[in-house]
Nanobody
Framework: QLQASGGGLAQAGGSLRLSCAAS????????MGWFRQDPGKEREGVAC????????HYLESVKGRYTISRDNADNTVYLQMNSLKPGETATYYC????????????????????WGNGTLVTVSS
């Protein structure tokens, strides 16, 4: 089970940190990812992180502003979002999959096995 939190209201240029807590003892075996979806739009991959070697991939538009990280001891994955833009208002979801963190996860070609609830991020201009 995945539980996302940390969403809220931020001004353009501001920051938010999302968290996703996982239950169970196999968290470290899963690639973790963050996705977002605005009503009326398709869900898009934002970032993913490998199980233990720190490999990460990002949506091109968030590179340099967002950072995904994980704490396997605490069964939690984070998404630090800086320099937020109004167009990034969306519900953000965390997901988990067995396999690899790769650009194909960001593109959605390789889907996630498990999904958490969403947390709403609203960026005001």
């Amino acid at each position: 089970q995945l539980q996302a939190s940390g969403g809220g209201l931020a001004q353009a240029g501001g920051s938010l940190r999302l968290s996703c807590a996982a239950s169970g003892r196999t968290f470290s075996s899963y690639v973790m990812g963050w996705f977002r979806q605005d009503p009326g739009k398709e869900r898009e991959g934002v970032a993913c992180i490998s199980t233990s070697d720190g490999v990460t991939h990002y949506l091109e538009s968030v590179k340099g502003r967002y950072t995904i990280s994980r704490d396997n001891a605490d069964n939690t994955v984070y998404l630090q979002m800086n320099s937020l833009k109004p167009g990034e208002t969306a519900t953000y979801y965390c997901g988990a999959r067995l396999g690899f963190c790769s650009p194909s996860v960001i593109s959605g070609y390789h889907g996630m096995d498990h999904w958490g609830n969403g947390t709403l991020v609203t960026v005001s201009s």
